[in-house]
T-cell receptor, first 112, second 114 residues
């Protein structure tokens, strides 16, 4: 089955800097890659997703890139703000009928 | 529109007992998935239900079971509790079945097994 590795497990950045979180997946058939954000004590929420027919997707300060050949995808957050502090989870699925497989999460701390 | 709700929010049980957790999806959502969240393992998929049918099941022992009712509400049951079952149990609902549909998570049930 699919396996998703996520790095780093913790990340600290200064406010205004960029943050990058990387995930690798094992099943080359995977074609859907969402990212969820979970603030402390709150529920996870979808922030961005990408499908395998595109290489990059942006939404304001966040972007996700996908490299199908290398089987990895990354979340990029620019101009980080304290409210970006949270745990971020990547996930992968190889069809709409299979469940999401999540990475173990990255705890991002933005230092003001 | 009301979000996903889960009851109870907190539970304390002892080893060997059983527990039932409940999840009410967003109105109109027919799919409910359950996840176990622990600090070391992240979010691990338990099962997915759609229209009262289990569509997928994760790699958990048979002590973990679930069901979905005709109103899309779902319950999960854990029998013969073990210390390692202590975790936050999250349910998520979506309009349709499968991973392509955005999942909306509930606040979770924090289960502590003593």
């Amino acid at each position: 089955g699919e396996n998703v590795e996520q790095h780093p497990s913790t990340l600290s950045v200064q406010e205004g800097d960029s943050a990058v979180i990387k995930c690798t997946y094992s099943d080359s058939a995977s074609n859907y890659f969402p990212w969820y954000k979970q603030e402390l004590g709150k529920r996870p929420q979808l922030i961005i997703d990408i499908r395998s027919n595109v290489g990059e997707k942006k939404d304001q300060r966040i972007a996700v890139t996908l490299n199908k050949t290398a089987k990895h995808f990354s979340l990029h957050i620019t101009e980080t703000q304290p409210e970006d502090s949270a745990v971020y989870f990547c996930a992968a699925s190889y069809s709409g009928n299979t469940p999401l497989v999540f990475g173990k999460g990255t705890r991002l701390s933005v230092i003001a | 529109k009301a979000g996903v709700t889960q009851t109870p929010r907190y539970l304390i049980k002892t080893r060997g007992q059983q527990v039932t957790l409940s999840c009410s999806p967003i109105s109109g959502h027919r799919s409910v998935s359950w996840y176990q969240q622990t600090p070391g393992q992240g979010l691990q998929f338990l099962f997915e239900y759609f229209s009262e049918t289990q569509r997928n099941k994760g790699n958990f022992p048979g002590r973990f079971s679930g069901r979905q009712f005709s109103n899309s509400r779902s319950e999960m049951n854990v029998s013969t509790l073990e210390l390692g079952d202590s975790a936050l149990y999250l349910c998520a609902s979506s309009l349709g079945a499968g991973a392509y549909n955005e999942q909306f998570f509930g606040p979770g049930t924090r289960l502590t097994v003593l």
